[in-house]
């Protein structure tokens, strides 16, 4: 680790509705500690432990929209937090050679648990004038093809390559779209699928659409406990099924986005946990748990032959959206899900039915 920190606590900013209960209790733990005139250790430690059993309680049991929510947290760890913590003698490369450099998509090489490697992530952006010169994470063309680029070195000088995600989705605009964000997220699922080094993928906050997987293919897929991974974000998926953001929820109950559903469906590999609380909560104790499986990961692909390497992942892509049924005589059954029923979506006609007054 090359940076130190701590435990954040819920009352600051901010706390999310389902997470005030627990910053009360922790308002109530700094008032005590604050009196001099008594001693409240006792009260302390009751109340301590109170908060770990809600803490414990209310995190095992999140619901989707709640996990997107901690998934977007403001003091979530973002790409450039993780690079500070766990990556040593980072050298940041830019540009496409093509067009500009796209801030939104950070990259360069370092030491990742002692092993030499290629990072590559989404950078968000910390304050508003960043956000914006990141796009909010959003990449174009350029961001894209700058990061194959990359990957494309990497594999020259046989060193493995970690892509660390955490994006709303591609940048939508007209510019992109002339300069073809389409062509350029295809052309690197082509060539990552082939691509002649170790590829581990880890989605740390948001993983969306087309935009994640721009960045997103490779032998193994992990993602972070409250972290996920969508075809589009709850918020879109209200808007075209149901004309209506505030059905987001319900979009996200129906995208089996959260690291347990995709795991069950076979789409990623692995679940990294979090520490009690969230990555916002202890950002330490989050990078920790990521470089630790970074390092046994990349130890673990780096023993492969380059051929058997690309062999299994080309046979994990093929396996992607495979699902088993019983028939009647009691033999499992493989199908291959349509599109509907693999994303679990209702049609319009099974939307929630509107409030009094809202808009047609």
């Known amino acids: 680790m090359t940076s130190s920190g701590g435990k954040r606590q819920f009352n600051g900013n901010g706390v999310l509705e389902f997470e005030r209960p627990m910053a009360q209790i922790e308002q109530q ?18 109340l301590r432990s109170t908060l770990v ?31 500070r913590m766990i990556v040593r003698d980072f050298c ?22 002692g092993q030499k490697a290629l990072i590559i992530g989404h950078r968000k952006g910390k304050d508003i004038k960043e956000k914006v010169e990141c796009y909010f994470g959003c990449a174009h063309p350029e961001g894209y093809r700058k990061a194959l680029r990359k990957m494309q070195l990497a594999a020259k000088f046989g060193l493995p390559v970690v892509c660390l995600i955490d994006t709303p989705g591609a940048y939508p605009g007209i510019g992109a779209e002339e300069r073809g964000i389409a062509e350029a997220i295809a052309v690197n699922l082509m060539e990552m699928s082939r691509l002649q080094t170790p590829v581990v ?38 808007a075209i099924l149901w004309k209506s953001s505030e059905y987001a929820p319900q979009a996200a109950e129906c995208l089996k986005m959260t690291p347990t559903e995709l795991k069950k469906l076979g789409l990623i590999d692995d679940i990294i946990k979090e520490p009690l609380g969230g990555a916002h909560r202890d950002p330490m104790a989050a990078a920790a748990a990521l470089e630790h499986y970074l390092g046994e990961t990349l130890s673990q692909l780096r023993r492969l032959p380059v051929e058997t390497l690309v062999a299994q992942r080309y046979e994990r892509i ?43």
């Open 29 to 46: 733990i700094q008032e005590l500690e604050a009196q001099t005139d008594r001693d409240c250790s006792e009260e302390i430690r009751e």
């Open 318 to 360: 093929r396996h992607l959206g495979e699902f088993f049924t019983t028939a009647s005589n009691g033999r499992a059954k493989k199908k291959i899900a349509s599109k509907a029923s693999s994303s679990g979506l209702v049609t319009p006609s099974a939307a929630p039915a509107r409030a009094a007054g809202s808009r047609a």
């Open 201 to 238: 993928c880890v989605v740390i906050a948001e993983g969306g659409s087309g935009g994640a997987l721009g960045i997103g293919v490779g032998d193994r897929v992990a993602v972070m406990e409250h972290a996920y991974y969508s075809v589009i974000s709850p918020e879109g998926c209200a």
């Open 53 to 83: 059993k809600l803490m414990k309680n209310t995190y095992s049991s999140l619901k989707p929209w709640q996990k997107v929510q901690v998934a977007r947290h403001q003091n979530r760890p973002q790409v450039t937090d993780y690079i």
């Open 92 to 113: 940041e490369l830019h540009g496409d050679r093509q067009f500009r450099d796209d801030r939104a998509i950070v990259t360069g090489f370092g030491r990742v648990a």
